[in-house]
């Protein structure tokens, strides 16, 4: 009996485990039974939209760069196409080079036709080395690590990212758009346009003066990549499209600013001179048509952005040239007239402070004519005696020396004119005859300007017009000056200008079949340091033709061997002014058949 209710006993307890541990089985399959409809009916979306992420990829559209023309619309600077190559050095270590079976040349791996030898960086190095011309050991060596970007090589053509697509190894080996600036005509005008950083952003010259413009903005696109790294065709979507820079065309003539270049050059070189700046300005428009210096820059190297242009920051003494506007004022303000008679002696003492001409020479009878045509320093103080310090500081002020061009340049100097209350008793006389204050080569071009345009200051300009990514132009030429001097003024200084140069220095300033108006300076320079006079400006600004000016050329040397402008500068400026009638057909001059007295 008690064995049989043992057995009960037992009985029950078995079916009793038997029937927890269905109910703990039928819990757990429900559980899981839960979880997968859960998964299947309200989470399936967020996994594949997480999955989704993890392989969706965003993209850069970097945006080219404006250009840079001439007035001609010659290319001077532009951003071409160029590629990044790298490498996904852990994806590199697991490649295997697919057979070529002649089913699957989209994703097969052949040299010449051949089956390719190895795997993991020796295949890929073996394929790639020699599309990119690089050494195939010490390639092979950049293709291993850890490095999932891993740059290879910058500033490749799109002709070699083209061949590296054909190898078939986009799964291991990337390339990134990029652009790059180029400078078709090299180191012309170097100086002027100036250079950008790595992040192609203008740094100097015109690349920074225009940066704004010319700065594109960057768009972005994205798209899905597979298990091997490839895009999936179809899933690229452009979310915002790239704006390319603008234009900005210049009033430089390539084929001018070519030529100036080279005579300039060739004059440095046959003076032996530290430097030489030129410039080229239309009388009418303002526009500078050629702006040279002696220094060679090449915009494309960096080094660039250390070297601007002389031509905007250079500054100097005008020295003789500054007499002419000293004459201007004078006969602006009628304070002499133009065939006044002037007893000019070789020295002259004024309040105790002597002052004399360059060369030795008896007492002249001139008239204000014959004064500049010989430069004297003593005949110009003579004629300015009933001006007072005021008045001739005024005077300057008003044809724009001490002020900005407003052409905007980076760097670009405003000269150093200091206020008449400054001056002490001798600067006061000084600045008559082009000595005591700082002029630039720009400010010299824009007052002989104004004299050869009747009076008439126009405002000079380097950029000709701007357009914009849109497609919008906008000039910036001003067609209307402003008249500083008047016509009767800016005639009378015109013919004495004319009998400088068919005076003393006609064998050396002359222009086969046209005539010039115009002016030489010597002038001695402080040196920045000891501040002692020990360098040498030799200068010679000329307008032609001088009977119907179209062009004012300004032509400076620092230092030569010989100090004289009519000598040194004055046939360069005769040669490019020889090669603006030629390019231009102007007819030849008239002759000329009066002049005022220079003499008397």
């Known amino acids: 009996m008690r064995n049989a209710q043992n057995n009960n006993k037992q009985g029950y307890n078995f079916a009793r485990r038997v029937r927890w541990t269905a109910v703990i089985v039928a819990a757990v399959f429900g ?3 839960a979880q997968l409809v859960n998964l299947q009916l309200f989470s399936n979306g967020g996994y594949a939209q997480a999955a989704t992420s993890q392989r969706t990829i965003s993209k850069v559209l970097p945006a080219q760069r404006g250009t840079i023309v001439d007035a001609n619309g010659k290319i001077l600077a532009q951003s071409v196409q160029r590629y990044t190559v790298f490498a996904d050095q852990v994806a590199i270590a697991s490649f295997k080079p697919v057979k070529c079976t002649g089913n699957n040349e989209g994703v097969c791996h052949q040299i010449n036709g051949k089956p390719v030898p190895g795997k993991g960086a020796q295949a890929v190095a073996e394929m790639l080395a020699p599309v990119l011309g690089m050494d195939e050991k010490s390639l092979e060596g950049e293709l291993k690590g850890t490095n999932r970007y891993q740059v290879l090589k910058k500033n490749v053509v799109p002709r070699i990212k083209r061949n590296i697509d054909n190898l078939n190894i ?12 180029s400078y078709p005509y090299g180191t012309l005008l170097g100086s002027v346009i ?4 790595d992040a192609d952003e203008g740094v100097s010259g015109v690349e920074s003066m225009e940066n704004s413009l010319l700065s594109g903005t960057n768009g972005a696109e994205t798209y899905q990549r597979g298990g091997s790294g490839e895009m999936i065709p179809g899933t690229q979507t452009v979310a915002r499209p790239a704006i390319n820079g603008g234009k900005v065309k210049l009033t430089i003539d390539a084929d001018t600013q070519w030529y100036v270049e080279k005579a300039l050059r060739d004059g440095q070189k046959q003076w032996n001179a530290k430097w030489g700046i030129a ?33 905007m920051t250079s500054t100097f003494e005008p020295g003789s040239t500054g ?16 065939d006044q008679h002037f007893v000019v002696p070789n020295a002259i003492d004024i309040n105790g402070q002597q002052y004399h001409d360059a060369t030795q020479h008896s007492t002249r009878q001139l008239t204000i004519a014959g004064i500049l045509q010989i430069s004297s320093n003593v005949g110009t103080l003579e004629a300015s005696a009933n001006t007072s310090a005021q008045e001739r500081y005024e005077f300057l002020r008003k044809m724009g020396f001490g002020t900005y061009s407003g052409i905007g340049f980076p760097g670009e100097s405003s000269g150093l004119l200091s206020n008449w209350k400054q001056w002490d008793g001798r600067q006061e006389n000084t600045v008559v005859f082009g000595q005591g204050y700082a002029t630039t080569a720009l400010q010299m071009v824009n007052a002989y300007s104004t004299i050869a345009n009747g009076g008439v200051r126009m405002q000079q300009s380097l950029v000709e017009s701007s357009t914009s990514p849109q497609g919008t132009t906008v000039s910036n030429i001003k067609k209307n000056g402003t008249r500083v001097l008047s016509e009767k003024t800016s005639s009378q200084l015109m013919d004495m200008m004319e009998s400088v140069t068919d005076g003393l220095e006609a064998t050396k300033v002359k222009l086969a079949g046209y005539r010039i108006a115009g002016k030489s300076g010597t002038a001695e320079v402080a040196d920045p340091e000891t501040h002692k006079l020990s360098h040498i400006i030799a200068d010679w600004i000329g307008i032609i ?13 620092m230092d030569p061997s010989f100090a004289s402008g009519g000598w040194v500068a004055g046939p360069v400026m005769s040669q490019i002014g020889q090669f ?3 390019k231009n057909q102007t007819p030849n001059s008239p002759a000329r058949t009066s002049s005022i007295p220079t003499t008397w």
């Open 170 to 181: 986009s799964s291991v080996i990337g390339t990134e758009l990029t652009t790059t600036r």
């Open 580 to 582: 603006l009638m030629q």
């Open 194 to 197: 100036g250079s950008v950083n």
């Open 279 to 311: 410039v080229v300005q239309e009388v009418k428009t303002g526009k500078l048509v050629a702006v040279a210096d002696t220094d060679v820059v090449d915009p494309s190297d960096h080094k660039a952005a250390l070297q601007t242009s002389r031509v």
């Open 31 to 33: 559980m899981c039974v």
């Open 545 to 557: 033709p001088a009977e119907k000016p179209q062009y004012t050329i300004m032509v400076i040397y």
């Open 323 to 338: 007499k002419v506007l000293t004459v201007a004022g004078l006969l602006e303000n009628n304070k002499i007239q133009p």
